[in-house]
């Protein structure tokens, strides 16, 4: 693995690597964020599994908060979602276009992203959250009533909010907390997990949660996989409220 780049910003450390089959990796503080070929598709099986929820929904308008290597918004604009990416951090933006591919069409907004969704007058048919603090958690402030209420009010009719959240193991009940105030605001929920497996990545769905089948059979070779074991947890809200999986 070799250093291509290295970016010192008001929010951490950026590191910009390449490995020895052409992927590049971009990790922040230590952390990774994303891992692309050389042409800006993602090798990473929740970014395709994101990616096939919004293509199942139809969704063409899309606002993702949180940009990494801005690899879902390169692959969605392919085909010919209009994305919108709000990061607190600029520098993301430039390194995402520099070592990731991401498209000039892409609008990309220096904002908190909270604020943002609170206060803009745009609707969109997916909103996508991928963010965390320094512990690997998603922010308090995304997953409380009043922010997902402002979430739901900016989806159209049919529309979904994704949220991706870091499992370290299965006794590890995150998803279930970022999930419980959705139905306070109105949304339906899947989750989609992989069992068993530690540190994973499982991904939130609230909102119409209808019409989607995953794997869907049209992702890439070399994902198919990463996506075995990949189940969908309908919970009850009762369920929710418990805080049970």
């Known amino acids: 693995m070799a250093l291509l780049k290295q970016f010192k910003t008001p929010f951490g450390i950026i590191r910009v690597l390449r490995n020895s089959d052409g992927t590049v990796e971009y990790y922040q503080n230590g952390c990774f964020h994303s891992q692309s070929t050389p042409r800006g598709v993602s090798v990473v099986a929740y970014v395709h599994l994101v990616y096939q929820i919004i293509m199942q929904k139809k969704a063409r308008k899309i606002l993702s908060v949180g940009c990494g290597g801005g690899t879902l918004g390169t692959m969605l604009t392919r085909k010919g979602c209009k994305v919108t990416v709000v990061d607190i951090n600029p520098a993301a933006f430039s390194i995402a276009r520099d070592y990731f591919c991401m498209p000039e069409s ?26 965390f603090d320094s512990h690997n958690n998603v922010p308090r402030g995304f997953t409380t009533k009043e922010f997902l209420g402002a979430a739901k009010k900016i989806l159209k009719r049919g529309g979904v909010l994704i949220i991706n959240v870091i499992t370290k193991n299965n006794a590890d009940k ?36 209808t019409g989607v089948t995953i794997p869907s059979g049209s992702e890439p070779s070399f994902i198919k996989k990463d ?19």
């Open 174 to 209: 995150g998803a279930m907390r970022v999930a419980k105030n959705m139905p306070a605001a109105g949304m339906d929920i899947s989750i989609y997990d992989w069992p068993g497996e530690k540190d994973r990545n499982t991904i939130v769905v609230g909102g119409d949660v």
């Open 227 to 245: 996506m075995k074991g990949l189940v969908c947890i309908k919970p009850a809200h009762r369920s929710l409220r418990k805080g049970k999986r």
């Open 106 to 131: 892409i609008k990309c907004v220096e904002d908190d992203g909270i604020r943002y969704i609170k206060t803009t007058k745009h609707s969109y048919d997916a909103v996508v959250i991928d963010v």
